[in-house]
């Protein structure tokens, strides 16, 4: 499990770290393209939408947190008041956006739940906001002991997963870190806590990354610790900064 953890993480190290001139060009036409097909797309027996189930607001300029918290907290309701017999029913998917609708949520961090799929539809994206306030610091990892950019704590990383089983993010849509602020911040010694990444697991078992492109973490984008059986399939890194 540890060996192919590892090679993950390698290739996403080779992955986010190509530089990027005219990025939306070479998004378009220069994508790295990761299949890995031991995990079969889930299919959720409820579905939620996250406008009109929770109001969310996809200008790019109101903040979603709340509404993404509401959103989960729903969805983990309902798989636990399924009784055992029922269990086959368990799942929930969230729709952000509508396909070609060109929306943007802004939001805070927030942490997944099990047996859930985070439908981002194609041209919609989630996007982080800047504020670090908005950025609970956390312990380090047990793993590490410590930070990775500075000793003691750290900053929660925006999609978080743990002690979970069973999560997907798909859809065709984007997750963008908003990373410049946190690249300025710690370039300039200003960032005194490691920085969030963008996508992180710990404990957790089954997680498939399908069709969504990964952009401008603030810090590593992808980092499943300590998860096993963690999947790929036609999802696409960027690092800008």
């Known amino acids: 499990m540890f060996y192919f953890i590892n090679n993950i993480i390698l290739l996403m190290m080779v992955l986010i770290m190509t530089p990027i001139n005219g990025y939306r060009d070479w998004l378009n036409n220069n994508l790295h393209e990761t299949y890995y097909e031991h995990m079969e797309t889930p299919t959720r027996h409820k579905v939620f939408n996250f406008e009109q189930d929770f109001g969310g607001?996809?200008?790019?300029?109101t903040l979603n947190t709340v509404a993404f918290q509401y959103a989960i907290q729903a969805a983990k309701r309902y798989n636990e008041q399924l009784k055992d017999h029922d269990k086959k029913l368990r799942g929930v998917e969230l729709i952000i956006g509508l396909p070609n609708e060109n929306k943007t949520f802004l939001t805070g961090p927030f942490n997944l739940t099990s047996h859930f799929t985070l439908t981002v539809s194609a041209s919609n994206?989630?996007?982080?906001?800047?504020?670090?306030?908005?950025?609970?610091?956390?312990?380090?990892?047990?793993?590490?002991?410590?930070?990775r950019d500075h000793q003691g704590p750290r900053r929660v990383p925006f999609i978080g997963g743990f002690n979970l089983t069973d999560i997907t993010i798909r859809?065709?849509?984007?997750?963008?870190?908003?990373?410049?602020?946190?690249?300025?911040?710690h370039k300039s010694g200003k960032e005194k806590y490691?920085?969030?990444?963008?996508?992180e697991t710990l404990y957790t078992d089954g997680v498939l990354l399908e069709d969504i492109t990964l952009q401008n973490s603030p810090f590593w984008t992808i980092h499943p610790t300590v998860s096993s059986s963690n999947y790929l399939k036609k999802s696409y890194f960027c690092f800008l900064y």
């Open 57 to 61: 607001i996809g200008d790019g300029v």
């Open 125 to 147: 994206s989630i996007i982080a906001s800047p504020d670090p306030n908005l950025w609970p610091i956390i312990d380090p990892l047990p793993s590490y002991g410590q930070g």
């Open 171 to 185: 859809g065709g849509g984007m997750i963008d870190g908003n990373g410049e602020t946190w690249w300025k911040r």
């Open 194 to 199: 490691t920085r969030g990444r963008l996508f």
